[in-house]
Protein backbone atom coordinates (compact mmCIF):
# COMPACT_ATOMS: atom_id res chain seq x y z
CA UNK A 1 0.00 0.00 0.00
CA UNK A 2 1.19 3.37 -1.21
CA UNK A 3 2.22 5.67 2.39
CA UNK A 4 1.48 8.67 0.31
CA UNK A 5 -0.75 9.14 -2.63
CA UNK A 6 1.64 10.29 -5.47
CA UNK A 7 0.06 12.41 -8.67
CA UNK A 8 0.03 10.81 -11.47
CA UNK A 9 2.71 11.70 -14.03
CA UNK A 10 0.97 13.12 -17.27
CA UNK A 11 3.92 12.69 -19.73
CA UNK A 12 5.32 8.75 -18.76
CA UNK A 13 1.20 8.28 -19.12
CA UNK A 14 1.11 9.52 -22.83
CA UNK A 15 4.23 7.87 -23.73
CA UNK A 16 2.50 4.26 -22.88
CA UNK A 17 -0.91 5.46 -24.53
CA UNK A 18 1.59 6.12 -27.16
CA UNK A 19 3.00 2.57 -27.70
CA UNK A 20 -0.03 0.86 -27.21
CA UNK A 21 -1.31 2.98 -30.40
CA UNK A 22 -3.93 4.34 -28.05
CA UNK A 23 -6.47 7.39 -29.81
CA UNK A 24 -7.58 9.17 -25.98
CA UNK A 25 -5.68 11.37 -24.45
CA UNK A 26 -4.44 10.69 -20.53
CA UNK A 27 -6.47 13.61 -19.34
CA UNK A 28 -9.32 12.22 -21.53
CA UNK A 29 -8.47 9.09 -19.62
CA UNK A 30 -8.50 9.98 -15.93
CA UNK A 31 -11.16 12.73 -16.19
CA UNK A 32 -13.55 9.64 -17.72
CA UNK A 33 -12.91 7.36 -14.70
CA UNK A 34 -13.03 10.16 -12.30
CA UNK A 35 -16.34 10.81 -13.53
CA UNK A 36 -17.58 6.89 -13.20
CA UNK A 37 -15.95 6.93 -9.77
CA UNK A 38 -17.05 10.04 -8.55
CA UNK A 39 -20.52 8.85 -9.65
CA UNK A 40 -20.38 5.92 -7.51
CA UNK A 41 -19.77 2.78 -9.71
CA UNK A 42 -16.65 0.78 -8.42
CA UNK A 43 -14.35 -1.66 -10.98
CA UNK A 44 -12.69 -5.14 -10.44
CA UNK A 45 -9.26 -5.03 -11.92
CA UNK A 46 -10.98 -7.56 -14.73
CA UNK A 47 -13.61 -4.96 -15.36
CA UNK A 48 -11.66 -2.03 -15.39
CA UNK A 49 -9.17 -3.54 -17.96
CA UNK A 50 -11.88 -3.99 -20.24
CA UNK A 51 -13.42 -0.80 -19.81
CA UNK A 52 -9.90 1.16 -20.53
CA UNK A 53 -9.03 -1.23 -23.59
CA UNK A 54 -12.36 0.54 -25.21
CA UNK A 55 -11.89 3.66 -23.77
CA UNK A 56 -8.41 4.06 -25.35
CA UNK A 57 -9.62 2.72 -28.42
CA UNK A 58 -5.86 1.10 -28.93
CA UNK A 59 -4.26 -0.69 -32.21
CA UNK A 60 -2.94 -3.21 -29.64
CA UNK A 61 -4.17 -4.82 -26.42
CA UNK A 62 -3.20 -3.84 -23.63
CA UNK A 63 -0.01 -6.13 -22.67
CA UNK A 64 0.14 -7.71 -18.83
CA UNK A 65 3.40 -5.29 -18.71
CA UNK A 66 1.24 -2.47 -18.71
CA UNK A 67 -2.04 -3.86 -16.64
CA UNK A 68 -0.63 -3.56 -13.61
CA UNK A 69 -0.22 0.37 -14.87
CA UNK A 70 -3.99 0.75 -15.37
CA UNK A 71 -4.68 -0.90 -12.33
CA UNK A 72 -2.53 1.74 -10.59
CA UNK A 73 -3.82 4.70 -12.45
CA UNK A 74 -7.43 3.13 -10.75
CA UNK A 75 -6.74 2.46 -7.74
CA UNK A 76 -4.67 5.96 -6.80
CA UNK A 77 -7.47 8.14 -8.80
CA UNK A 78 -9.41 6.47 -6.28
CA UNK A 79 -7.67 6.86 -3.28
CA UNK A 80 -6.96 10.79 -4.12
CA UNK A 81 -10.94 11.14 -4.76
CA UNK A 82 -11.68 9.83 -1.24
CA UNK A 83 -8.17 11.47 0.48
CA UNK A 84 -9.28 13.56 3.60
CA UNK A 85 -6.35 15.86 2.46
CA UNK A 86 -7.76 17.18 -0.55
CA UNK A 87 -5.13 15.45 -2.92
CA UNK A 88 -6.66 14.62 -5.59
CA UNK A 89 -5.64 16.82 -8.89
CA UNK A 90 -6.98 16.19 -12.51
CA UNK A 91 -4.25 14.66 -14.81
CA UNK A 92 -3.25 17.33 -16.88
CA UNK A 93 -0.20 18.38 -19.22
CA UNK A 94 2.52 19.59 -16.83
CA UNK A 95 3.55 23.65 -16.90
CA UNK A 96 6.67 22.20 -19.29
CA UNK A 97 4.16 22.50 -21.95
CA UNK A 98 2.12 25.62 -23.31
CA UNK A 99 -0.67 27.00 -21.67
CA UNK A 100 -3.03 26.36 -25.32
CA UNK A 101 -2.28 22.65 -24.63
CA UNK A 102 -2.84 23.06 -20.65
CA UNK A 103 -5.99 24.56 -21.64
CA UNK A 104 -7.01 21.50 -24.17
CA UNK A 105 -6.18 19.15 -21.50
CA UNK A 106 -8.25 20.57 -19.01
CA UNK A 107 -11.40 20.78 -21.46
CA UNK A 108 -10.28 17.31 -22.84
CA UNK A 109 -10.55 16.08 -18.81
CA UNK A 110 -13.55 18.01 -18.31
CA UNK A 111 -15.34 16.49 -21.34
CA UNK A 112 -14.22 12.85 -20.17
CA UNK A 113 -15.49 13.48 -15.85
CA UNK A 114 -19.38 14.55 -17.50
CA UNK A 115 -19.01 11.54 -20.39
CA UNK A 116 -17.88 9.06 -17.13
CA UNK A 117 -20.18 10.45 -14.64
CA UNK A 118 -23.38 10.44 -16.72
CA UNK A 119 -22.72 6.70 -18.15
CA UNK A 120 -23.41 5.50 -14.26
CA UNK A 121 -26.72 4.66 -14.18
CA UNK A 122 -28.82 6.97 -11.69
CA UNK A 123 -31.39 9.23 -11.21
CA UNK A 124 -29.57 12.45 -13.07
CA UNK A 125 -32.67 14.70 -12.75
CA UNK A 126 -32.49 14.47 -9.20
CA UNK A 127 -28.79 15.78 -8.78
CA UNK A 128 -28.26 18.84 -6.00
CA UNK A 129 -27.82 21.97 -7.01
CA UNK A 130 -24.36 22.29 -6.52
CA UNK A 131 -23.73 19.19 -8.67
CA UNK A 132 -25.79 20.39 -11.47
CA UNK A 133 -23.94 23.65 -11.09
CA UNK A 134 -20.23 21.97 -11.12
CA UNK A 135 -21.56 20.04 -14.16
CA UNK A 136 -22.82 22.72 -15.77
CA UNK A 137 -19.57 24.89 -15.04
CA UNK A 138 -17.66 21.89 -16.28
CA UNK A 139 -19.37 21.95 -19.57
CA UNK A 140 -18.64 25.36 -20.20
CA UNK A 141 -14.99 24.99 -19.36
CA UNK A 142 -14.95 21.95 -21.97
CA UNK A 143 -15.55 25.06 -24.68
CA UNK A 144 -13.19 27.04 -23.39
CA UNK A 145 -11.28 29.59 -25.83
CA UNK A 146 -7.34 27.95 -26.38
CA UNK A 147 -6.47 30.96 -28.66
CA UNK A 148 -5.14 33.23 -26.06
CA UNK A 149 -3.90 36.69 -26.43
CA UNK A 150 -0.03 36.36 -26.05
CA UNK A 151 0.23 40.06 -24.33
CA UNK A 152 -1.03 39.16 -20.85
CA UNK A 153 0.21 35.55 -20.20
CA UNK A 154 0.42 36.20 -16.43
CA UNK A 155 -3.17 36.54 -15.98
CA UNK A 156 -3.95 33.78 -18.40
CA UNK A 157 -1.68 31.41 -16.14
CA UNK A 158 -3.71 33.24 -13.11
CA UNK A 159 -6.83 32.21 -14.62
CA UNK A 160 -5.93 28.60 -15.80
CA UNK A 161 -4.41 27.71 -11.77
CA UNK A 162 -8.26 29.14 -10.63
CA UNK A 163 -10.10 26.64 -13.50
CA UNK A 164 -8.08 23.45 -12.40
CA UNK A 165 -8.61 24.43 -8.44
CA UNK A 166 -12.42 24.86 -9.62
CA UNK A 167 -12.20 21.38 -11.28
CA UNK A 168 -10.10 19.61 -8.59
CA UNK A 169 -12.50 20.68 -5.66
CA UNK A 170 -15.32 20.39 -7.62
CA UNK A 171 -14.61 16.61 -8.12
CA UNK A 172 -13.91 16.07 -4.82
CA UNK A 173 -17.55 17.52 -3.46
CA UNK A 174 -19.76 15.05 -6.33
CA UNK A 175 -17.66 12.26 -4.96
CA UNK A 176 -18.07 12.91 -1.46
CA UNK A 177 -22.10 13.63 -2.19
CA UNK A 178 -22.63 10.30 -4.66
CA UNK A 179 -19.77 8.07 -3.64
CA UNK A 180 -19.65 8.73 0.17
CA UNK A 181 -21.04 5.08 0.86
CA UNK A 182 -18.36 2.75 -0.84
CA UNK A 183 -15.40 2.44 0.84
CA UNK A 184 -12.64 3.30 -1.62
CA UNK A 185 -9.97 1.05 -2.33
CA UNK A 186 -6.33 1.54 -1.26
CA UNK A 187 -3.38 2.62 -3.97
CA UNK A 188 -1.34 -0.50 -4.49
CA UNK A 189 2.51 -0.31 -4.13
CA UNK A 190 4.41 -0.11 -7.22
CA UNK A 191 6.36 -3.14 -8.05
CA UNK A 192 8.05 -2.33 -11.05
CA UNK A 193 9.73 0.48 -12.16
CA UNK A 194 7.03 1.19 -15.24
CA UNK A 195 4.60 1.35 -12.63
CA UNK A 196 6.99 3.71 -10.62
CA UNK A 197 7.81 5.70 -13.01
CA UNK A 198 3.72 6.90 -13.63
CA UNK A 199 3.77 8.56 -10.62
CA UNK A 200 5.87 11.82 -10.02
CA UNK A 201 8.44 11.90 -7.43
CA UNK A 202 6.81 14.28 -5.31
CA UNK A 203 4.12 14.10 -2.22
CA UNK A 204 0.79 15.69 -2.69
CA UNK A 205 0.09 18.78 -0.64
Known amino acids: M ?3 ILPLDFDDISNMLVALGAHASPSEIHGYLSGLLAAGKRL ?3 QWLEEAQVLIDADNDISPANQEAFICIYANTLASLADENYGFYPLLADDIHSLETRL ?3 ATWCQGFMVGFALVEKAV ?6 VNDALHDMA ?3 RVDTELE ?3 DNSANDDYTQL ?3 VRLASMSIFAEYAKETAPAPAKEPSGMSVQNLFRNRQLH
Not at 125 to 130: A, G, H, P
Request: glycine content about 0%.
Open 125 to 130: NDLSDT
Open 44 to 46: SDK
Open 164 to 166: VEY
Open 150 to 152: QDN
Open 2 to 4: LKT
Open 140 to 142: AIT
Open 104 to 106: SCL
